[in-house]
């Protein structure tokens, strides 16, 4: 059974920095595009951060380059966004994808920037 499970959210102030999670099963992390979205309330969900299969290229979302970064641990079969120099406008819940021949996501991690 194919599962994402996402942790590591939470509440931190302006300038903090959290690390994602994305646990998978059922299926081999490095062998599949993996990316995390965020949507925000009111809005639509936006493409943040992909690793593509193999060698794992990185691709990121303009709003948060040189700020988050995408990783596999291909051992613990997981996929991490490391997210610095937090900001308001990154408060969303983000969710994490797997993409080959079709898709999956995960349930989502709820991330809250306020002072």
């Known amino acids: 059974q194919v599962q994402l499970v996402e942790s590591g959210g939470g509440l931190v102030q302006p300038g903090g920095s959290l690390r994602l999670s994305c646990v998978a099963s059922g299926f081999t992390v490095s062998t599949y595009v993996m990316s995390w979205y965020r949507q925000a309330p009111g809005k639509e969900r936006e493409l943040v951060a992909t690793i593509t299969s193999g060698r794992g290229t990185t691709i990121y979302a303009d709003s948060v380059k040189g700020r988050f970064t995408i990783s596999r641990d291909n051992a613990k079969n997981t996929v991490y966004l490391q997210m610095n120099s937090l900001k308001p406008e990154d408060t969303a819940v983000y969710y994490c994808?797997?993409?080959?021949?079709?898709?999956?996501w995960g349930q989502g991690t709820q991330v809250t920037v306020s002072s």
């Open positions: 994808k797997a993409v080959r021949t079709t898709y999956y």
